[in-house]
T-cell receptor, first 113, second 112 residues
Framework: NAGVTQTPKFRVLKTGQSMTLLCAQDMNHEYMYWYRQDPGMGLRLIHY???????AKGEVPDGYNVSRLKKQNFLLGLESAAPSQTSVYFC????????????FGDGTRLSIL | SQQGEEDPQALSIQEGENATMNCSYKTSINNLQWYRQNSGRGLVHLILIRSNEREKHSGRLRVTLDTSKKSSSLLITASRAADTASYFC????????????FGRGTSLIVHP
């Protein structure tokens, strides 16, 4: 039982490049989230999804897009990477409510040069 | 924003001592959750306490909630070196979307 799996674990990009981060969960959870974690800033919500085919903006959505084509997968895309997007990205899921505990992946460490 | 704020930012103690960290928030909440994050890993859920609860226990963890003061505390008793981690509170505001917002965390170091 893997829980929440994020790929890749590390990535270095050049400014202007694009990439997609993949999050997969095997718990049949409805809700999924993407966060970024920066030193001294805690976790900030980028986008979230309350079910297959749905997405919504969080606190810091600019520069990111997401898709939830399958219930178990939540993709985060950077169309044109910027140095300000250097961060650690975490995916999380919860069963069927924002009020329930979230299960986190181990993060993707992304550096934009 | 509803973001909770943990205090202190950093805490250093010896093994066997108790560790207490606090979380303060600004508006009414539906629930408050505590998470632990080990270095290089994702967050792990510890305890959820609802707004109508005042205290919850889980093993060596004790969480209290004082809604009149808009604050919560997490007590780790008889701490171990393995408790070294960052601890975050997450608050779900009532009357809204209930999307939890996370504080900046308390970094706990337990010396063997």
């Amino acid at each position: 039982n893997a829980g929440v799996t994020q790929t890749p674990k590390f990535r270095v990009l050049k400014t202007g490049q694009s990439m997609t981060l993949l999050c997969a969960q095997d718990m049949n959870h409805e809700y999924m989230y993407w966060y970024r974690q920066d030193p001294g800033m805690g976790l900030r919500l980028i986008h979230y999804s309350v079910g297959e085919g749905t997405t919504a903006k969080g606190e810091v959505p600019d520069g990111y897009n997401v898709s939830r084509l399958k219930k178990q997968n939540f993709l985060l895309g950077l169309e044109s990477a910027a140095p300000s997007q250097t961060s650690v990205y975490f995916c999380a899921s919860s069963q069927d409510s924002h009020r329930q505990p979230q299960h986190f992946g181990d993060g993707t460490r992304l550096s934009i040069l | 924003s509803q973001q909770g704020e943990e205090d202190p930012q950093a805490l250093s103690i010896q093994e066997g001592e108790n560790a207490t960290m606090n979380c303060s928030y600004k508006t009414s909440i539906n629930n408050l959750q505590w998470y632990r994050q080990n270095s290089g890993r994702g967050l792990v859920h510890l305890i959820l306490i609802r707004s109508n609860e005042r205290e919850k226990h889980s093993g060596r963890l004790r969480v209290t909630l004082d809604t009149s003061k808009k604050s919560s505390s997490l007590l780790i008793t008889a701490s171990r070196a393995a408790d070294t981690a960052s601890y975050f509170c997450a608050t779900a505001a009532s009357g809204g979307s209930y999307i939890p917002t996370f504080g900046r965390g308390t970094s706990l170091i337990v010396h063997p």
